[in-house]
């Protein structure tokens, strides 16, 4: 079955007038459409692309940030056989070239000037590329180089279309690895892929009353853990909304009041930091009423988590504790948030505590864009934090050679788009998917991460550290905006870290430390004291020889455009490590 009439035929039959999508007008705030009216605008698109000469199988590029264009776009490309190739809105002209050539991407949907003026260079040098579409009137375009805004471009559409016949193995969409680790590659994931994994996670969650959930997607629609989630929650007749800048993400959250919404583990980290320095920061009679709250709160969660019966006296606690601390975070939130889905890197067991004492379930998973992201879970009830769940239904996984975590099931890849060395060194004879991570089971059958197995360090004195674990430890306060661990053949571990320039700015201000510049104030003695109190305060349950010894402090943060960082936020370790390969061999 075709991926797109699985999404919306089912639910224009079932609730026409019901609301669909919901997106922002700059001026004219949050607007929704009707999955009547979402799909008439969908299969005009469809139309639209078909009349340009799109065929069953050509593929079509979307540039953009997220919006309700992005995803029009996405379901009209599956509905005429296509096959969608997101590209990150926040890619240069040369990656958005190399992807459009590799894929051979017969048209493009772009969002911004950037985007488009990119978009045209490439179409000009007489690449595979023959229309843009652009989204939004407020960008500047040439016509005359096959430039149309997008509601030109469908004006004249039917909005009667017949969805394209598609088979589970048919390949839906291209999703190129935002490459930490070197050239990126097309993981071509199939209509069957998003299905059957969409049915195990209802199977696996039995959610109730599905369709009144609202979502929020924030995080990049072209990263497979944003799409997945958000075309699940529209193949079960939820809404959802879409955010198109995620540094608006605050006030999104009070204006759209989300009931369910996918995160990283740095969002629940700020949340987490936040809400324990506001206690810190209280008098003392504040902060005993704090750690009262989340006693209780966490009692009241794990009874809740065992199905046991929550007794009278600890409800009545329970409800003075959510009035007096858990619903003014709540309310920042949003006030209705309740189901979470965490992925991308691990978060620590703290963090989870946390939320559930609220009665916020955040659903830790592990996955890879190859597996059509979801691997493991949280269950709703019977989890344990600091892992990440059990495999869904339809999935098995086993530790192989090197404690790697290999897969087989519904969502793995079918394989790397025209690279057949590639798709044949990630799978083993036997068939099983190989992720490159480092894990084991505990005696209940949940998954716990070590590492990515290319990033565990070996120290000079043969001691293993896991890098992700301690960094995400570190990364755990509202002091620290990224850091890089240094150990590979050294005799200790050292750091390079990014403080959080806007917490420190009033750290400074608190201490009567006069601003100058960021390169003069990462080297005041007073400010490096400051974060060895800080490292040695959030690493003092580790062993010896994983704790960081000595750290740098970086007058900028690292970045996308400097090539430091993947469009999904992750470091690449190897790029930071040779850049800045003078400054980590002064901590030696």
């Known amino acids: 079955m075709n991926l797109a009439e699985a999404i919306i035929i089912k639910n224009v039959e079932k609730h026409p007038v019901k609301s669909a999508i919901g997106f922002k007008k700059k001026d004219d705030g949050w607007k929704e459409l009707s999955w009547k009216k979402f799909s008439e605008i969908i299969f005009k698109t469809a139309n639209a692309l078909k009349n340009a000469g799109v065929e069953e199988n050509d593929k079509v590029a979307i540039y953009a940030d997220n919006s309700g264009e992005w995803m029009i776009f996405d379901l009209a490309i599956m509905s005429i056989g296509a096959i969608t190739v997101p590209i990150y809105s ?48 407020a960008v500047w375009i040439k016509k005359e180089f096959n430039s149309f805004y997008l509601e030109d471009f469908i004006a004249k559409s039917s909005p009667k279309f017949e969805i394209c016949k598609k088979e589970y193995d048919d390949v839906a969409t291209l999703i190129y690895t935002s490459g930490t680790t070197g050239t990126p590659k097309g993981v071509m994931l199939t209509h069957g892929n998003f ?56 006030s999104a959250l009070e204006e759209v009041k989300p009931t369910m919404m996918c995160a990283v583990p740095r969002f629940f980290q700020k949340v987490y930091a936040g809400v324990l320095d506001k206690a810190e920061e209280g008098s ?24 046991k019966q929550i007794p009278f006296g600890l409800k009545i606690k ?73 495999p869904l239904p339809g999935v098995e996984i086993r530790i192989g050679e090197n404690d790697e975590i290999q897969a087989r099931g519904n969502g793995i890849t079918k394989g790397y788009y025209n690279k057949p060395e590639d798709t044949k060194a990630v799978f083993t004879e036997d068939g099983w998917f190989k992720t490159g991570d480092a894990g084991k089971f505990d005696e209940k059958g949940n998954l ?49 870290i990014v403080p959080n320039f806007e917490f420190l700015k009033d750290h400074l201000a608190k201490n009567n430390i006069p601003f100058t510049n960021w390169e003069e104030i990462v080297q005041k003695k007073e400010v490096i004291d400051f974060y060895k109190e800080k490292v040695n305060e ?51």
């Not at 853990?225 to 995620?246: I, T």
């Not at 003392?284 to 199905?307: M, Q, T, Y």
């Not at 120290?459 to 430890?473: F, H, M, R, W």
Request: glycine letters at 6%; one cysteine or more.
């Open 284 to 307: 003392s009679l504040k902060k005993k009423i704090f750690d009262w709250a989340l006693k209780v709160g966490s009692e009241a969660g794990e009874l809740r988590s065992l199905e």
């Open 90 to 137: 926040t890619n240069n002209a040369e990656q958005a070239e190399y992807i459009i050539n590799d894929s051979q991407s017969k048209i493009i949907l772009v969002g911004n000037q950037m985007q488009y003026d990119a978009s045209l260079e490439i179409l000009q040098k007489g690449s595979s590329l023959q229309n843009i579409i652009i989204s939004k009137k």
């Open 448 to 496: 716990i991460i070590t590492d990515r197995i290319k990033d565990l360090m070996k120290t000079s004195n043969g001691k293993y550290i896991a890098p992700q674990q301690i960094e995400n430890l570190l990364t755990n306060n509202n002091f620290i905006q990224q850091i890089v661990l240094i150990a590979e053949g050294k005799q200790f571990v050292s750091a390079l």
């Open 195 to 250: 299905i059957k994994a969409f049915d195990a996670h209802f199977e696996y969650f039995k959610f109730k009353n599905f369709e009144e959930e609202l979502s929020l997607a924030f995080l990049p629609l072209t990263h497979v853990f944003e799409r997945s989630w958000s075309l699940l929650c529209l193949y079960g007749g939820a809404r959802v909304y879409f955010l198109e800048n995620p540094k608006d993400i605050s």
């Open 318 to 390: 329970k409800s003075v504790a959510e009035a007096l601390v858990f619903s003014k975070v709540k309310e920042k939130m949003g006030g209705r948030l309740w189901f979470l889905p965490c992925g991308g890197a691990s978060v620590s067991p703290e963090v989870t505590k946390l939320f559930e004492a609220m009665g916020i379930h955040i659903t830790v998973g592990y996955g890879l864009t190859e597996t059509t992201a979801t691997l493991t879970a949280f269950p709703l009830k019977h989890f344990e934090h600091g892992t990440c769940g059990r």
């Open 538 to 588: 959030f690493q003092v349950h580790l062993s010896d020889f994983e704790k960081v010894k000595k750290f740098t402090l970086m007058p900028a943060e690292f970045e996308i455009n400097t090539g430091e960082i993947t469009p999904t936020l992750k470091i690449k370790r190897n790029v930071v490590l040779k850049k800045y390969a003078d400054i980590i061999e002064k901590m030696y």
